[in-house]
């Protein structure tokens, strides 16, 4: 007989049960003290980015306050139809306006007409998606049918053969 190596016990080998179930406990233990480690690492990191991104934002906010950006300076410093860009004092021209309306309501026909060919695109193609449907709802009635077709012959062949073994002469 044997004796293990760390408590000096009887086993079969030289370590016992009780120090190879200590053993594993211990490796389980150094791993989920591991995995919480790189669950902490993880959730650091985690925060770290939406700092810096929190920190971003309130640059971008503090540089950029405008809804428009500003010819001179390049900021989006402007709101609309400004006289004058509040970073860097330069003077903003009528003409400027102009040319933002202009390119506004351009974008804004473009938008709307995309939106008025997706519906007629839609309206267009509602026949072929009503038949789809219809196709769909003959083909599970088709199903239905045979389902039930193939049923009512395997009654009437189980009731045929009832009736025939009652007639079978032995």
Request: aromatic share 6%; net charge neutral; glycine share 2%.
């Amino acid at each position: 007989m044997l004796t293990c190596n760390r408590c000096g016990r009887p086993s079969d080998d030289f370590t016992c049960t009780l120090c190879r179930s200590v053993e594993r406990e211990r490796r389980e233990d150094a791993e989920r003290e591991e995995r919480a480690r790189e669950e902490d690492v993880e959730r650091e990191e985690r925060a770290w980015e939406v700092s810096r991104a929190n920190a971003e934002r309130a640059a971008e906010a503090r540089f950029n306050p405008g809804d428009y950006n500003c010819p001179e300076c390049l900021y989006r410093t402007l709101r609309k139809r400004a006289s004058r860009c509040p970073m860097c004092h330069a003077a903003v021209g009528v003409e400027y306006w102009n040319l933002i309306e202009a390119s506004e309501k351009e974008a804004a026909a473009r938008a709307q007409a995309a939106a008025k060919a997706a519906k007629e695109q839609w309206d267009r193609e509602a026949p072929a998606r009503a038949q789809a449907a219809r196709d769909a709802a003959d083909r599970a009635a088709q199903a239905a049918r045979h389902i039930s077709e193939r049923a009512a012959r395997a009654a009437a062949t189980k009731r045929n053969e009832a009736i025939s073994d009652t007639f079978r002469v032995v």
